[in-house]
């Protein structure tokens, strides 16, 4: 079992910056596969960002790709979101996500574990 904690979400003006972790609690974390997703009210959870357990990859959703990074930091059990130039349309809650097995990181099915989210509001 792993459990994932997010933190660093706020309300942010457009154009601002953020940045998201995820801390998670199994001493194994460098072996997952972590994942970044959202969903706004009345839409479903869409990926945003993941990066794989080694010799990381690096995938971006269109919508994000050159304002969002992910990275981890396997010593700190952490992964992180780092969001620049917040547009009103990235408010969302924002989910991390482990899984265990490589494959699709852009569907919701690949991951095992999921955090209960932070919010992010980007005020026009």
């Known amino acids: 079992q792993v459990q994932l904690v997010e933190s660093g979400g706020g309300l942010v003006q457009s154009g601002g910056s953020l940045r998201l972790s995820c801390a998670a609690s199994r001493r194994t974390f460098s072996r997952y596969n972590m994942g970044w997703f959202r969903q706004a009210p009345g839409k479903e959870r869409e990926f945003v960002a993941a990066?794989?357990?080694?010799?990381?990859?690096?995938f971006y959703a269109d919508s994000v790709k050159g304002r969002f990074t992910i990275s981890r930091d396997n010593a700190e059990n952490t992964v992180y979101l780092r969001m620049n130039d917040l547009k009103p349309e990235d408010t969302a809650v924002y989910y991390c996500?482990?899984?265990?097995?490589?494959?699709?990181?852009?569907?919701?099915?690949?991951?095992?574990?999921w955090g209960r989210g932070t919010q992010v509001t980007v005020s026009s």
């Open positions: 996500a482990a899984a265990l097995y490589g494959g699709n990181y852009y569907s919701t099915s690949l991951y095992d574990y």
């Open positions: 990066i794989t357990n080694s010799a990381p990859r690096t």
